[in-house]
């Protein structure tokens, strides 16, 4: 494991945390960190920790107004592909599940799926000429 300090740390509150654990590591790349459920585990692709915070988490406690924590919020990661139909094809076929189809804008391609508690992730194919795609720091 690389030393905390080289990941940048999200946190999704998942309804399942061993459900979550197996999406992101069959469908999207991640590797397995730690391994706590019900409670809690990490997953981590590149520079990217992914923390699962389940209901019997400290992050899935009740606030001090009774409001818990929940998924599926708007709030994504972003996650940059190559080949987004490709990725698109390639997910449908293990029946993930998609929020919209794939959009294009000035920047890019890009589509919504969902994990398994509705949390969002987008994946994102850059345009020919973004820089950071030209220069190959994406990766």
């Not at 940048?8 to 061993?18: K, L, Q």
């Not at 706590?36 to 585990?41: E, L, M, Q």
């Not at 993930?96 to 799926?113: E, T, Y």
Request: with cysteine.
């Amino acid at each position: 494991m690389s030393d905390d300090a080289d990941y940048v740390s999200v946190r999704y509150i998942v309804n399942d945390v061993a459900a979550s654990v197996a999406f992101y590591t069959a469908h999207l790349g991640f590797s397995t960190l730690t391994s706590f459920p019900p409670a809690f585990a990490d997953v981590a692709r590149g520079h990217l920790r992914l923390l699962l915070s389940g209901p019997a988490s400290s992050a899935g406690r009740a606030m001090a107004d009774g409001v818990r924590p929940a998924p599926d919020g708007w709030n994504c990661i972003h996650l940059i592909v190559d080949d987004i139909d490709a990725e698109v094809a390639r997910l449908k076929s293990a029946s993930v599940r998609f929020r919209n189809d794939v959009l294009a804008g000035p920047g890019g391609r890009q589509v919504l799926l969902l994990d398994p508690s509705d949390n969002v992730i987008e994946l994102f194919e850059p345009a020919a000429n973004w820089p950071q795609k030209q220069a190959g720091e994406y990766k």
